[in-house]
């Protein structure tokens, strides 16, 4: 299917636990981005990749690690999962310099 | 980045235009202005992006002043389905990544 899929959808954890979140983009956009969503908080950036290869750390970094080794693949892993990482993570994906962010569904985190 | 502020929360009856109104006086010259709607338990989905004076399309307006230290996004006869988080953002030239803030949370009441 075309589209922008993260996988799992639901994920519970344990504290300590690497957790790697998926994301896959079928339109070979360029850009790619992590964002996780909390109450009070609204969307904050952790990582973005401008292309294969390429990735940059955004507002909330610490605790994750991201690669891209193919461009249509963005994943978002977390070393040793915290309560605090307990979140809402939205993967997006964009063509072009000013083109719209197309976003994920989501994947909502809890880490017990 | 130049940074933007809107009303936390607005209510309106179904069937009436909706004006949100967001200010960004730190605008920049190469600065475009953009909105996403975020549906809760949904990513945010892009509305509508412009530079000055006036955007339409299918889902809503974007007016722009001439001093583009302020915009609105407008919502014609806004039905229930249109509850969700409007969030304004200022978009720069280059790879630089979208920052969001908390959004106007936008409650449409039969």
């Known amino acids: 299917d075309a589209g922008i899929t993260q996988s799992p959808r639901y994920k519970i954890t344990e504290t300590g636990r690497q957790v790697t979140l998926m994301c896959h983009q079928t339109?070979?956009?360029?850009?790619m981005f992590w964002y996780r969503q909390d109450l009070g908080h609204g969307l904050r950036l952790i990582y973005y990749?401008?292309?294969?290869?390429?990735?940059d750390k955004g507002e909330v970094p610490d605790g994750y690690v991201v690669s891209r080794s193919k461009t249509e693949n963005f994943p978002l892993t977390l070393e040793s999962a915290t309560r605090s990482q307990t979140s809402v993570y939205f993967c997006?994906?964009?063509?072009?310099?000013?083109?719209?962010?197309?976003f994920g569904s989501g994947t909502r985190l809890t880490v017990v | 980045l130049a940074k933007t502020t809107q009303p936390i929360s607005m209510d309106s009856y179904e069937g009436q235009e909706v004006n949100i109104t967001c200010s960004h006086n730190?605008?920049?010259?190469?600065?475009?202005i953009t909105w996403y709607q975020q549906f809760p338990s949904q990513g945010p989905r892009f509305i509508i992006q412009?530079?000055?004076t006036k955007v339409t399309n299918e889902v809503a307006s974007l007016f722009i002043p001439a001093d583009r230290k302020s915009s609105t996004l407008s919502l014609p006869r806004v039905s229930l389905s249109d509850t969700a988080v409007y969030y304004c953002?200022?978009?720069?030239?280059?790879?630089?990544?979208?920052?969001f803030g908390k959004g106007t949370r936008l409650s449409v009441i039969a």
């Open positions: 990749s401008a292309a294969a290869d390429i990735t």
């Open positions: 953002l200022v978009r720069p030239a280059g790879n630089t990544p979208l920052v």
């Open positions: 730190n605008i920049a010259t190469n600065d475009y």
């Open positions: 339109w070979s956009h360029s850009y």
């Open positions: 997006a994906s964009s063509g072009r310099d000013r083109d719209g962010y197309t």
């Open positions: 412009g530079y000055k």
